[in-house]
């Protein structure tokens, strides 16, 4: 079992930034990936970036290619993501989530997810 628990979610003006921070428990050496989704009202949860534990790789939806960067502090299992540059649309709630499979797009767990508003 893996527990996630995310912080760094608020409220900020439009142009602001975030860093949102994902502390993880329990089995964390048994995971490949590590990745960050986001929920907007009345829409699907979507990718928003990851990263490979073993090689560092990290992989980034279009949207955000250029403004958001996520990075890993191993020895505290611990998953970040800058966010730089925001926009209205990026308001949602973030969640963080572990992949357990070097196979397959599924995620195994997730966090509880917090909340990120931007203002126009």
């Known amino acids: 079992q893996v527990h996630l628990v995310e912080f760094g979610g608020g409220l900020v003006q439009a142009g602001g930034s975030l860093r949102l921070s994902c502390a993880a428990s329990?089995?964390?050496?048994?995971?490949?990936?590590m990745g960050w989704f986001r929920q907007a009202p009345g829409k699907e949860r979507e990718f928003v970036s990851s990263t490979k534990w073993s090689t560092g790789s990290r992989y980034y939806a279009d949207s955000v290619k250029g403004r958001f960067t996520i990075s890993t502090d191993n020895p505290k299992n611990t998953l970040y993501l800058q966010m730089n540059y925001l926009k209205p649309e990026d308001t949602a709630v973030y969640y963080c989530?572990?992949?357990?499979?070097?196979?397959?797009?599924?995620?195994?767990?997730w966090g509880q997810g917090t909340q990120v508003t931007v203002s126009s």
């Open positions: 329990g089995r964390t050496s048994s995971s490949y990936y």
């Open positions: 989530a572990s992949k357990h499979s070097p196979r397959g797009t599924e995620y195994d767990y």
